[in-house]
């Protein structure tokens, strides 16, 4: 299915999230009902240069699906030739490729890279254009954007259209500024400013943390679609209940029983894609949040060093908590 063609109904997606977004969340994501799951971004100069990291941050796990690919980068030529390379070694599989221009990390910034892009619409969307001749015309091809780089200085709504005339199939915004981080509340009126600045789908990010927001999004704004990011930490369940929000069902509660199973089958599938164990470090604190015991058992956790720890910490949790 065409990406664009997924946006037509109340459409949730797993955000790109650096550093979290790995196979084995993504796949935890999608069996809770997200509809569509990010990697984590891309260099594209780790792509020229061959590098077998950037690879692995790539490639779907046998068992996804499909995946949405996020690169970043400055140079339009480094962009079409790792958007052709994504296109030919992930086939399939891949759902679409969007381009980064929403980073806000300094040393993303000072390469021109990530938002930084937002102050160079001419650069943008050349990069836009040499991602669509990379992929051809089979794969769409999307831009993440905030609401600017520096606060009261929105750029978002023009820089929109920037790129809508560049090719881009739709654009999904974080309204944020890139000098807030993640600091402040996200901007809605600012998603709605881009909604009604072009005529692709937009895709609304910032602040969805919990089923009953991304619900109420979906249902009062005018967005096709939106994605969750730290709404997810340790919350699976959001995707599943918003969608059961959305249909006029309640959501379900999710005892410490069925966190502690979810969170065994997610440390699991990070053994199963080969990815560092140190990752399940801060999943066990997610999934533990709100629980009793949480503190202690967040500590036990941190000290956890191999997949047998994990399991006897879980197992040791789940007779507590029966
Ligand atoms: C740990 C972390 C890593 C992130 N990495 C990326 C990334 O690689 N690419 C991207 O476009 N956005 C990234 N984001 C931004 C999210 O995709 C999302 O737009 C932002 O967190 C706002 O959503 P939220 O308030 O629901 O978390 C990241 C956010 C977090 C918290």
Redesign the pocket.
């Known amino acids: 299915m065409r990406f664009t063609e997924r946006l037509s109904s109340k459409t949730i997606f797993l955000?790109?999230?650096?550093?979290?977004t790995d196979a084995a969340y993504r796949m935890v994501a999608r069996s809770h009902g997200a509809d569509l799951a990010y990697t984590?971004?891309v260099s594209v100069a780790g792509i020229h240069y061959r590098s077998e990291k950037t690879w692995e941050l790539v490639m779907p796990h046998a068992d996804e699906p499909d995946i949405a690919v996020?690169l970043f980068g400055s140079s339009p030529d480094q962009f079409e030739e790792a958007a052709a390379q994504v296109a030919e070694r992930v086939g399939e599989k891949l759902a679409c490729i969007d381009i980064?221009m929403?980073?806000p990390v300094p040393k993303v910034i000072r390469k021109g890279e990530g938002s930084a892009l937002m102050d160079d619409p001419v650069r943008a969307a050349q990069i836009v254009r040499a991602v669509r001749r990379g992929v051809g015309d089979t794969v769409d091809v999307t831009v993440?954007i905030r609401r600017g780089h520096t606060a009261k200085h929105e750029l978002a709504p023009a820089f929109a259209q920037v790129i809508e005339d560049a090719g881009a199939a739709a654009i999904a915004v974080?309204g944020?500024f890139a000098s807030q981080l993640?600091r402040g509340a996200?901007d809605w009126s600012c998603v709605e400013r881009v909604a009604d600045a072009v005529d692709i789908p937009v895709i609304g990010?910032?602040?969805?943390?919990d089923a009953a927001t991304v619900a109420r999004v979906l249902t009062e704004g005018r967005v096709p679609a939106v994605?969750?990011?730290?709404?997810s930490y340790g919350n699976p369940w959001i995707f599943e209940d918003a969608k059961a929000l959305l249909g006029g069902r309640a959501a379900t509660e999710h005892d410490a029983g069925e966190r502690l199973d979810v969170l065994e089958e997610h440390i699991e599938l990070l053994v199963a894609t080969g990815a560092h164990l140190a990752r399940a470090r801060s999943l066990f604190g997610w999934y533990m949040r709100g629980l009793p015991h949480a503190a202690e058992l967040r500590a036990r956790g941190m000290a956890c060093t191999t997949l047998e720890d994990y399991l006897s910490l879980i197992a040791n949790a789940r007779q507590r908590f029966s």
């Open positions: 955000a790109p999230m650096a550093g979290v984590e971004m996020q980064n929403a980073c993440k974080h944020r993640y996200a990010s910032g602040d969805l943390l994605m969750v990011a730290r709404g």
